[in-house]
Structures are given as C-alpha cells and as structure tokens.
C-alpha cells in the first residue's frame, strides 16, 4: 500500500481532516510497534529482523534513501542511520562516509540498506557494483559486511540471502 497524505485520504467519500489524521497516526503506531519489536530483542539475526526494523518506513518512499545497520560482533544493535537520500531511482553512496560512522561507532559488523521507489526490489547492475565496491572497502578495515538489503514494495532482496556477500 502506498502511503496517502491527508489530502488524498481526505478524497475518499467519508473521510474528513480528522478522521485522515486518525488513519495517519495509527499507521505510525503499527510501524513503531513493528520496529519497537525488533528493538527491545536487540539482535540482528536475518535479513528478516531487518526488513521488519525498516521496511515499514522505507517501502513507501518516494525517493531512494540509504541507511546503515552498525552491529556488534555479536550482531547486537548498535545503532541505524539514514547516510543518502537521493532522487525517484537514485542516491549516491560515498563509501568513505559510510566506514567513517561505522570505524567511529567501532561496528563489528555493517548492514547497507537502501528502497527502490518503483517496488521492485531486484538489484540493478549499479547495486551489485556499489555492493561490491562496499563489501572491498569493509574487509579493507576489519568490518564485516553483513547484508545490503533493498526495500521494495511489501518485499526486499538480500545480498547475503542469494550469495552475493
């Protein structure tokens, strides 16, 4: 489901300013429950407990945005950020900015995530050059990569899941 602002829900027959405002925050809640889940257990184990901290925020983004996973040697979360917002089909990575936060934050181990606008999560040639090009400069510094994971439409595609890292 595409996010609605409050004005489109507000085009639906029977749905006011209020009621539309109503709608808005209880999907807030659902993706803050959803995300508050994966939280409180603290621990990354699959690419699912990732999809579950973010794809909510992410699936509905009308631009492609860029985020990292920063964990512990034990997969404990140390913290996510977003690094890149970029355009309708594209964001540029800056490799030194994102094992820069990861040598600062002294992450044993790293998560690429970034959305595709257009649902399809299926990498595009330039993904698997970026991914490749992340995973060289991670083993350079003692970092292990492990996933990048792009957000489609309800779905995502893992690198680690098909073999790619």
């Known amino acids: 489901m595409d996010a609605k602002s409050i004005s489109e829900l507000c085009e639906l027959n029977g749905i006011g300013p209020a009621k539309a405002a109503q ?3 209880a999907i807030e809640i659902g993706k803050r429950m959803m995300a508050e889940q994966i939280k409180t257990k603290e621990k990354i184990e699959s690419s699912q407990d990732v999809y579950r901290l973010v794809g909510p925020y992410m699936r509905d983004l009308g631009r492609e945005e860029f985020k990292i996973i920063l964990l512990t040697s034990r997969n404990h979360l140390i913290f996510e950020r977003t690094l890149f ?5 594209e964001s540029l990575v800056n490799t030194r900015e994102i094992i820069k936060e ?3 934050q ?3 181990s790293i998560i690429f995530i970034h959305n595709h606008p257009s649902g399809d999560p299926f990498p595009s040639a330039e993904d ?3 991914t490749e090009k992340l995973v060289n400069a991670c083993n350079l510094v003692g970092i292990k990569p492990f996933d990048h994971i792009i957000i489609g439409n309800n779905c995502y595609y893992s690198f680690a899941e098909h073999g790619l890292i």
Do not use: P
């Not at 917002?85 to 089909?89: F, N, P």
């Open 128 to 130: 698997k050059k970026m």
């Open 23 to 25: 709608i808005k925050a």
């Open 85 to 89: 917002d970029g355009s309708l089909c």
């Open 106 to 108: 002294s992450a044993a």
């Open 102 to 104: 990861a040598l600062n």
